[in-house]
Structures are given as structure tokens and as C-alpha cells.
């Protein structure tokens, strides 16, 4: 099975840079003129398209294995989340909001 996740926006060139600073890697292919998709894992995607009157109200949680590495590695790259919480099951989460303001987050198992 194939996952492609989009998220709508208002401007392109804004996006394609957010997104590549939030990832750390340039899109994987540029299907046309208002879309830009990354892999990110096998088979498994996120994809930006300009599509104004959708804009900011994608809601996308990434659970990734390393969680404190994967923040520290979006830090490199000069973004923080907006919040960081653990809940009482010990998850992780972190929030980023894009310049449309799509959530996009960050969630980690319990820390050891």
C-alpha cells in the first residue's frame, strides 16, 4: 500500500521551502506546476498543492522511532515546535505549524 498525505496551500515557493527545512531534503518529484511530494519512508508520502481555499486546516502526525534526534535534527535546520508535550501514556508529541498554518507533528514512543 501506497499513503499520500496532502496538505493544501497558498503558495507554492513558500511551501516547497518550509517543507524541505521541516524534512530536511528537497521534494522527491514535482508531479506539475502546484504540486511537490517527498518520500518519507517506502511507498509512503507527503505532498504540498497549492490549493488556497484549502489552505490550513491539514492536521499530520509523523511517528518516528528517534524522536529526540529527529527534533534536534529539524533545529539544524532552524525550526522548533510550537509544543512539546508528553501525555500520560508517556507518547511524545511536537507540534509545527506551516506558513498557512497546516499542523504538522512529530510523535515518539516513551521515552526509556
Known amino acids: 500500500m501506497d499513503l499520500f498525505a496532502g496538505v493544501s496551500v497558498s503558495s507554492y515557493d513558500i511551501a516547497v ?3 524541505s527545512q521541516l524534512l530536511g531534503a528537497e521534494p522527491a518529484f514535482l508531479p506539475n506546476d502546484i504540486e511537490a511530494v517527498w518520500e518519507l519512508a517506502e511507498h509512503r508520502y507527503l505532498y504540498i ?4 481555499e484549502h489552505a ?5 502526525t509523523l511517528f ?14 532552524g ?3 510550537t509544543t512539546r508535550e508528553t501525555y500520560e ?15 504538522i507533528s512529530y510523535g515518539g514512543s516513551p521515552a526509556e
Open 79 to 81: 525550526l522548533e515546535p
Open 56 to 60: 490550513g486546516h491539514a492536521q499530520h
Open 49 to 52: 498543492e497549492v490549493v488556497p
Open 64 to 77: 518516528v522511532e528517534d524522536f529526540e534526534a529527529t527534533l534536534a535534527s529539524i533545529a539544524t535546520r
Open 89 to 103: 501514556n508517556g507518547v511524545r508529541h511536537a507540534t509545527f505549524f506551516d506558513p498557512d498554518g497546516n499542523e
Open 17 to 19: 521551502a518550509w517543507y
